[in-house]
């Protein structure tokens, strides 16, 4: 899933950084998380979730974020969206509404 969103983003003209895992994703956010425009996380990675490593990353992750999950009961969209998250999209999700959410976070992405 991660290789194909990047793959997407990418033809829409966007520079695409990928994290292996949670933690790399943490490593990433406190290394630069505020040279990013937008993160996608999934909740369930391995070695850290991506709730966890948002929370972990504290103002480093302040960055609009999608968050996708296979797990999207009411107490994780509760949580996303307490984070700050812009958009929890529940797998499988429509490719449409991914994008509809990209362009919600970045407006200059018109096209996309």
């Known amino acids: 899933m991660r290789r194909l969103l990047a793959v997407h983003l990418a033809g ?14 943490l490593a990433r956010l406190r290394a630069g998380g505020d040279g990013y425009a937008l993160l996608v996380t999934d909740v369930h990675m ?4 991506g709730l ?8 480093a992750a302040r960055v ?3 968050v996708v999950t ?11 969206e307490a984070m700050g998250a812009l958009a929890v ?4 999700f429509d490719f449409d509404a991914f994008m509809a959410a990209v362009r919600g976070a970045l407006p200059g992405l018109d096209g996309a």
């Open 70 to 80: 296979s797990f999207g009961d009411d107490e994780v969209h509760r949580k996303a």
């Open 52 to 59: 966890e490593a948002i929370r972990r990353a504290g103002e």
């Open 12 to 25: 829409a003209g966007l520079a695409v950084d990928e994290a292996e895992d949670g933690a790399e994703l």
């Open 64 to 66: 609009p974020t999608i």
């Open 46 to 49: 391995p070695r850290l979730s």
């Open 89 to 92: 999209l529940d797998k499988p």
